[in-house]
């Protein structure tokens, strides 16, 4: 009976010490990328978005984008222009920021897009 509070805190120790961070889970989606496994990569990258800090705007764009290109290479353009709105929606990118994103391969699939000119 006494053991039960030690037992517990050691479960709550090990279960919060086996969680993934933002960082694993870009490394993961970089593979699954590289693998050509586009959808999974895209998930990987938009579970890695969530656990960001929000307030790094350049990191979490940078993983907007990769999961963007993961998403429109995998044939979800749906998902990939959400994630192109919310990059378009921060206010401190730089002209250069949309020429790359134009100029951009993995893009292609979206350029016939009605969206696509709107963006």
Same mark, same amino acid.
């Given at each position: 009976?006494?053991?039960?509070?030690?037992? *517990?805190?050691? *479960?709550?120790?090990?279960?919060? /010490?086996?969680?993934?961070? @933002? +960082?694993v889970?870009?490394?993961r989606? +970089?593979?699954?990328?590289? =693998?050509?496994?586009?959808?999974?990569? @895209?998930?990987?990258?938009?579970?890695?978005?969530r656990?960001?800090?929000?307030?790094?705007?350049?990191?979490?764009? #940078?993983?907007? !984008? @990769?999961?963007?290109?993961? !998403?429109? %290479?995998? /044939?979800?353009?749906? =998902?990939?222009?959400?994630? %192109? #709105?919310? &990059?378009?929606?921060?206010?401190? %990118?730089?002209? /250069?920021?949309? &020429?790359?994103? &134009?100029?951009?391969?993995?893009? =292609?699939?979206?350029? #016939?897009?009605?969206? !696509?000119?709107? %963006?």
């Open positions: 009976m006494k053991y039960i509070p030690i037992l *517990l805190c050691c *479960l709550l120790v090990a279960q919060f /010490s086996i969680g993934q961070t @933002a +960082d889970l870009k490394k989606g +970089d593979s699954l990328y590289n =693998s050509k496994d586009f959808k999974n990569s @895209a998930i990987a990258y938009s579970s890695a978005i656990q960001m800090n929000q307030a790094d705007t350049i990191l979490v764009n #940078n993983t907007r !984008w @990769a999961a963007a290109c993961s !998403w429109s %290479l995998g /044939s979800y353009p749906d =998902s990939a222009f959400i994630l %192109l #709105n919310k &990059i378009a929606a921060t206010k401190d %990118l730089t002209f /250069s920021y949309f &020429i790359d994103v &134009i100029s951009d391969n993995d893009f =292609s699939s979206l350029h #016939n897009e009605k969206r !696509w000119v709107e %963006l």
